[in-house]
Nanobody
Framework: QVQLVESGGGLVQAGGSLRLSCAAS????????MGWYRQAPGKQRDLVAT???????NYADSVKGRFTISRDNAKRTAYLQMNSLKPEDSGVYSC????????????????WGQGTQVTVSS
């Protein structure tokens, strides 16, 4: 069983910063892509950022220059550093990871964390 647990969310004023963490645990052989997604009330879940196992990052246009995704493969943890936060950044942030549990052949399947709330006040 694979578990992803997010932490670091909270309430912050506009212009402030938060750092989210996503820790993977369980029967994990390899983790390919990891990413962060967010969902605001009444809206669909959208991609925020992804990072490959080799450290190549991709960002939504709305967060470029403000957010930084990173990962520590040894710790099986991904991070999202969020700076210059805006009220429109508010939402539930969820971590996603493509995980293989097999040591013999690589079949990656997506896993999701429970989400962590980020609220940015004006």
């Amino acid at each position: 069983q694979v578990q992803l647990v997010e932490s670091g969310g909270g309430l912050v004023q506009a212009g402030g910063s938060l750092r989210l963490s996503c820790a993977a645990s369980g029967s994990i052989s390899r983790i390919n892509l990891m990413g962060w997604y967010r969902q605001a009330p009444g809206k669909q879940r959208d991609l925020v950022a992804t990072i490959t196992s080799g450290g190549i990052a991709n960002y939504a246009d709305s967060v470029k220059g403000r957010f930084t995704i990173s990962r520590d493969n040894a710790k099986r943890t991904a991070y999202l550093q969020m700076n210059s936060l805006k009220p429109e950044d508010s939402g539930v942030y969820s971590c996603n990871a493509e995980v293989s549990t097999s040591a013999s052949y690589y079949t990656y399947r997506p896993y999701w964390g429970q989400g962590t709330q980020v609220t940015v006040s004006s």
